[in-house]
């Protein structure tokens, strides 16, 4: 328990390094490095989205490439994070362009597999009749499939979302300096330290997926959540999707 | 830069020309290769009792909450926040409590498990047509028989799909699991990260036990379930 | 190891034991709602009959017969299985001595066929042994080849083969009551048509005593030894045989849902078998002319009918294969509509007329021909009194 308050107390006061040297700790020192752990996140996310939210829709609006989508999830899942990014600094180098290129190809799958799944979940019906009033491809994307693929497709981006907050504690091995220096790099800023990024860590995490939950529940549109009952259960956490579910 | 860089290098660059040009090098592997030995089956093992321990803790509650619904909310709620809890801020949170080492490790790993499976034990359950159950009751099945000869078998395929989702998340995770003291293929990644050879073969197992174990899933699955074939046969 | 090695006595009517059911003022109320689903039911059933309960959606049909197996719990009033009280038995085990078919059928997918039939037998504790002789002979007597099926999986039959599998595994234990809701419901017309009559088929060398269930008067009319007839609030409007019903029915309401063609109806009530047939003229390609013109002459239809070696029906022929030495294959129509000797005469009067026939040729269970079914024949039944006339299963 001693530990706890070690380490909360380390969020709050400078210390001098148990290396010698620099102040570590502190209100502005937990910011600086929050704040390069938020900057990698986000610029990831945003890269991923703008990449995979399209392809996804295009593909689940054509029902082409499902084999791709759907089990760029399973492939994604079997290669261990700490081994993505070994092998970018091993091949390509160290840096926080490199590290953002890895976070990328890591958070794409689930955001692909979701919205993907998400548009071919909508009811055949309802394409059907918006095809039937005279809506061009592009408008039955926009109009019908894109906002009842919504939540789906925000379950996948908070699967995503998760994983890359996650895995940018592991960034300074890229030199990129987050919130996990003090857990990699330990001998600098102390075991205080360690335990008080850890903190950090796991509520950056609970609060990314809580808020991103928020959005998902405020992107619902209304009529479905109504529908309710499993599948909306379902969202309420977002898990990854098995491949049966994302067959149908 | 951080200090991080100039950690001590595992191998000799000295003499072969491929190694100290930080290629990808068979020969090294070759030689080395009993290097990754003992990590691998730290793996198997970390992979494995976890996911065992989690399916069985997750497996009962998901089959009491079937019948006490208002369990279902908590329980997911509960079992969600562990999942989200980035398993390597998981091992240093433990580590004031259950020391560094195996444990510590496991019990993170299983943690974050435990979510997948109830959810998908209870969708398995839940998507057991009425009829079917009406039919069973009927028939003079107790709850109790119902649940074992019917409800569960019929779940077995949606159980198994989570099953496979929890085995390779685990592989992923148990790379970290160096730093919880409980060894592992990460620690020989981490221990020369900049050597390409080292990265790949290291990398490659892990990414390779995933595979071999959600093989193994899915051929255990397509056994006990044959009806499941049988009805995409027709 | 044949099955008269089985602890079970040989034959599917080994155990000649029917339950007699009695409703005794049968009440079920939901809590929150002012009208009762089922309010004080009573009737019985005397072993062996059929007992069909029919009404409009939401008369408590279905609520009465679940109370009888305590699917649905009664709230007040008693039902009695063999004078004793269905309350006092623990669920589960009254449960396994009733044999259970509902519409949606309900196999166990996971299961193969012979399995899911020898679901209860598991259940009560018999052995293997027994349990796949019991299996073999229920897939025969439901008109299965127990071979080919009994490996197979739900999904891999059709929805006539799952209804008679569902039929069969009802019957598994021999059970003295069946309990049945709307089991036909599900499947198409036509097929429908023929699992009723193998149904009664059944019961004939059966005889247990059934509760079923269904919506449609005209099927409650052809398959019930008596009839139930619920009305809204679940309240018991009569409770007669067939031919009582549509002759004198208790009140507006029964009459209403007897329909208005209740004349017509009463060809429901007759089978093919219980007319006399038209003999036919059966000739087989290369037959000596004069013999074929010799039966022709015999008979009442004006054309001969084609058989084939055994003696199921091709077509009738035209004039043009009269000429000559031999029987010539030359036909003017095909033989359709082919009737059933359990079809009732309102199904085949029906199918005649769909195929703008004035004849049908009518066949055995094995297909061949055994006479001949003419407009003019139903028209004449038509003026038979009902009285006369066996309902239900009972007409041989």
């Known amino acids: ?248 | 830069m951080s200090p991080l860089l100039a950690q001590v290098q595992i191998h000799e660059r000295t003499e072969d020309t491929c190694v100290s040009d930080n290629g990808f090098c068979p020969d090294w592997i070759g030689d080395n290769f009993d290097r990754y030995v003992d990590p691998f089956f730290q793996h198997v093992v970390l992979t494995v009792v976890a996911v065992a321990i989690g399916f069985l803790i997750a497996f009962s509650l998901a089959v009491v909450a079937y019948r006490r619904r208002w369990l279902v909310n908590p329980i997911t709620q509960i079992t969600g926040v562990l999942y989200t809890i980035p398993s390597i801020a998981a091992f240093f949170l433990l580590l004031p409590i259950t020391g560094r080492g195996f444990v510590t490790a496991t019990v993170a790993l299983v943690a974050y498990v435990l979510l997948i499976i109830f959810r998908n034990v209870l969708t398995g359950l839940d998507n057991v047509p009425d009829e079917t159950k009406d039919a069973g009751r009927g028939m003079g099945l107790t709850d109790r028989q119902l649940l074992w000869r019917v409800e569960v078998p019929l779940a077995l395929p949606e159980i198994m799909a989570g099953l496979r989702i929890a085995v390779t998340t685990t592989v992923g995770l148990a790379t970290l699991a160096f730093f919880a003291g409980a060894g592992g293929l990460g620690e020989q990644i981490f221990a020369d990260i900049n050597f390409k050879s080292n990265v790949v073969t290291a990398g490659g197992l892990a990414v390779a036990l995933a595979a071999l174990l959600d093989g193994a899933i899915l051929l255990v699955q397509r056994l006990i379930t044959p009806w499941t074939r049988a009805a995409a046969a027709r | 190891m044949n099955i008269s090695d089985s602890a079970q006595p040989p034959g599917p009517s080994a155990r000649p034991h029917a339950a007699t059911l009695e409703f005794r003022e049968a009440t079920k109320r939901y809590p929150g709602q002012t009208a009762p689903a089922v309010n004080e039911l009573s009737l019985t059933v005397p072993a062996g009959d059929i007992c069909v309960l029919v009404g409009p959606s939401g008369c408590g049909k279905t609520t009465a017969m679940r109370m009888v197996n305590r699917m649905i719990d009664i709230t007040a009033g008693d039902i009695l299985l063999d004078g004793h009280s269905v309350r006092e038995r623990r669920p589960a085990e009254l449960r396994r001595e009733i044999g259970y078919a509902i519409q949606q059928i309900g196999l166990f997918p996971h299961l193969s066929v012979a399995d899911n039939i020898g679901t209860v037998p598991r259940l009560l504790g018999w052995d293997r042994e027994r349990i796949r002789a019991r299996v073999d002979e229920l897939l025969e007597l439901v008109s299965l080849d127990p071979v080919e099926t009994r490996s197979r999986y739900p999904a891999q039959l059709s929805g006539g083969q799952r209804q008679r599998v569902g039929v069969a595994r009802a019957l598994a234990v021999d059970p003295p009551l069946m309990l049945m809701d709307e089991p036909f419901g599900a499947i198409d017309p036509i097929n429908r048509e023929r699992l009723q009559n193998e149904f009664l088929r059944l019961q004939r060398e059966i005889r247990k005593t059934v509760v079923f269930v269904t919506h449609d008067i005209d099927e409650a009319i052809k398959m019930g030894d008596r009839i139930a007839v619920l009305q809204q609030g679940g309240k018991l409007a009569q409770y007669a045989p067939p031919a009582e019903l549509l002759m004198y029915p208790a009140d507006p309401f029964v009459e209403d849902f007897v329909g208005a063609d209740r004349a017509l109806k009463r060809l429901a009530l007759q089978r093919v078998r219980d007319v006399d047939l038209w003999k036919a003229p059966l000739v087989r390609a290369g037959e000596p002319i004069a013999e074929a013109r010799a039966k022709l002459a015999d008979s009442e239809v004006p054309y001969p009918l084609l058989v084939d070696d055994h003696g199921r029906p091709q077509g009738w022929l035209s004039d043009r294969a009269l000429v000559g030495e031999r029987v010539a294959k030359e036909l003017r129509s095909r033989a359709t509509p082919i009737l059933e000797l359990d079809d009732v005469l309102r199904d085949a009067l029906s199918d005649l007329l769909a195929d703008e026939a004035q004849y049908g040729p009518v066949v055995d269970e094995r297909g061949a021909v055994t006479g001949v079914l003419s407009i003019e024949i139903l028209s004449h039944a038509l003026k038979t009194d009902p009285d006369e006339v066996p309902s239900g299963a009972d007409a041989i």
Request: net charge neutral; proline share 4%; aromatic share 6%.
């Open chain 1, 1 to 248: 328990m001693n530990d706890f308050f070690d380490a909360i107390e380390f969020i709050f006061h400078a210390h001098e390094s148990p290396a010698g040297g620099a102040q570590v700790g502190g209100l502005s020192n937990m910011w600086e490095l929050t704040s390069e752990h938020l900057e990698l996140s986000a610029v990831s996310m945003a890269i991923a989205c703008a990449l995979a939210i399209p392809l996804g829709l295009w593909l689940g609006h054509t029902g082409r490439g499902g084999f791709l989508a759907i089990n760029a999830s399973n492939v994604g899942r079997a290669v261990p994070s700490l081994a993505l990014i070994a092998f970018f600094v091993a091949y390509i180098g160290v840096g926080f362009t490199n590290l953002t290129l890895a976070l990328v190809l890591l958070a794409i799958p689930p955001i692909l597999t979701n919205t993907y799944t998400g548009v071919r979940q909508v009811d055949r019906d309802t394409v059907d009749s918006a095809r039937g009033m005279g809506m061009t491809g592009a408008q039955v994307v926009r109009r019908v499939e894109l906002p009842l693929a919504l939540p789906l497709i925000f379950g996948g981006v908070r699967i995503s979302a998760v994983n890359v907050v996650a895995t940018a504690t592991i960034a300074p091995l890229a030199g990129v300096v987050t919130l996990g220096d003090p857990i990699i790099n330990v001998n600098t800023y102390g075991d205080e330290g360690r335990l008080a990024a850890a903190i950090l860590v796991a509520l950056l995490a609970v609060i990314t997926e809580v808020v991103l939950g928020a959005v998902q529940r405020a992107v619902t549109p209304r009529g479905l959540k109504l529908e309710g009952g499993r599948r909306w259960r379902r969202l309420a956490f977002a898990l990854p999707n098995d491949r049966r579910e994302a067959s149908t």
